[in-house]
Structures are given as C-alpha cells and as structure tokens.
T-cell receptor, first 115, second 113 residues
Framework: AQSVTQLDSQVPVFEEAPVELRCNYS??????LFWYVQYPNQGLQLLLK??????LVKGINGFEAEFNKSQTSFHLRKPSVHISDTAEYFC?????????????FGTGTLLAVQP | DAGVIQSPRHEVTEMGQEVTLRCKPI?????LFWYRQTMMRGLELLIY????????DSGMPEDRFSAKMPNASFSTLKIQPSEPRDSAVYFC???????????FGSGTRLTVV
C-alpha cells in the first residue's frame, strides 16, 4: 500500500521569496507522483506530474518538482511566489503496478503568501 | 470540454433527510471517483468506478452511503439518512482507464444541520 506524507501543514512566505513544499511517499512498487493545487472554494487542479524520465518536472504557474527515488521524495518548489499562489497544495501517489489508478493524497500544505 | 460537472454546488439539509449528489464525468473517461474532504480527515476516497462498475467501495463510511453509476455519463452519491457529521465537501473526479491523474469537479459543499 502507498502513503503520502506532507510534513508541513502551513508554510508562510513573503511575496517574491522562494518556497519549497515537502512531500515524502512510501511504496513497495513504482509509482506516479502528482501535485494538485486547490484555491479557496474550488476543486483540485493538476499542477504537475512525474510519470517517468527526467526527475525534474515543470508544471503550471512556474512550479517545479524533483523526484528523488533514494529519498522517496517529490518536493515542490517555486523560485519567486506571488500573492495569487496562496492556496492548499496536495501531493498524491498512484500505484503503477496495480489494476487501478487510485490516487492517495497527502493531508495538504497551506501556502500563505504575505505581502 | 466542460470538465467534470457536479451538482448542486451547495446543499443544506436537515438531519435525517436524504441527500443526493450528482456528477457528470468528462466524456470518454471511464473511471470515476468520489472523494470527501473535511478539515479533520483531509481527502478520503469513498468509492471508485471503472466502466460503470464499482471496483473499490472500501472508503464508504457506512451503509447510509450509497453510490451508483447507471451509465458512462452520470453518477450519484446518496446519503440516507444524513447526519451532521456528514457535512463536508464532496468531490467527483474522472480519468481514462489507468491514465495517470484525475480531473476534479468543483465539488458539492454539504451542510447537515
């Protein structure tokens, strides 16, 4: 079974500063990895995904994430955040070998960008 | 592409009443998922359909919850009778079979008073 850990429930940061949101996963098989963003009172939107190939994945809105198999991590980064990036960010894992594409989500990290 | 469509967007009901939430997946997608989101428990997978057949309903909390998918373009999640602890945002998502990643609907915010 897979699991996802997002250690930081909230990350405050000033506008134009860099940010890293941490995600660690646990799985005995190969996985796909995802980051979703949820703006207030909205559904979840896919930010980026790692399926295979290059371990550095670029997504929308200037975000990127790096897959590190040895550390079982998939941390999300942005070099300079904007007020509009304030949202909840969810890391998720999907089992590659299973018969389903069920997604397991972390508990989320609230990114609070301050002016 | 209209995306995943959920209705209603908001629902307020009294304890004991029946509640039905609706979802229209993206055309061509054959996997459909119902999730519940609360502050305490985060995002929980309730049930998963593939080709209109329920594959995994282990997340359905109690017998008061039931879900159906009568055809490829429509699914319902029913709670009967509803209780205050069912208050949450319920999301529907769809994807292509084994396709990585879902497309989520905007959710239904359910409040049971």
């Amino acid at each position: 079974a897979q699991s996802v850990t997002q250690l930081d429930s909230q990350v405050p940061v000033f506008e134009e500063a860099p940010v890293e949101l941490r995600c660690n996963y646990s799985s005995s098989v190969s996985v796909y990895l995802f980051w979703y963003v949820q703006y207030p009172n909205q559904g979840l939107q896919l930010l980026l995904k790692y399926l295979s190939g290059s371990t550095l994945v670029k997504g929308i809105n200037g975000f990127e994430a790096e897959f590190n198999k040895s550390q079982t991590s998939f941390h999300l980064r942005k070099p300079s955040v904007h007020i509009s990036d304030t949202a909840e960010y969810f890391c998720a894992v999907s089992d590659l070998s299973g018969a389903t594409n069920k997604l397991i989500f972390g508990t989320g990290t609230l990114l609070a960008v301050q002016p | 592409d209209a995306g995943v469509i959920q209705s209603p967007r908001h629902e307020v009901t009294e304890m004991g009443q029946e509640v039905t939430l609706r979802c229209k997946p993206i055309s061509g997608h054959n996997s459909l998922f119902w999730y519940r989101q609360t502050m305490m428990r985060g995002l929980e997978l309730l049930i998963y359909f593939n080709n209109n057949v329920p594959i995994d309903d282990s997340g359905m909390p109690e017998d008061r919850f039931s879900a159906k998918m009568p055809n490829a373009s429509f699914s319902t999640l029913k709670i009967q009778p509803s209780e205050p602890r069912d208050s949450a945002v319920y999301f529907c998502a769809s994807s292509l079979d084994r396709g990585p990643g879902y497309t989520f609907g905007s959710g239904t915010r359910l409040t049971v008073v």
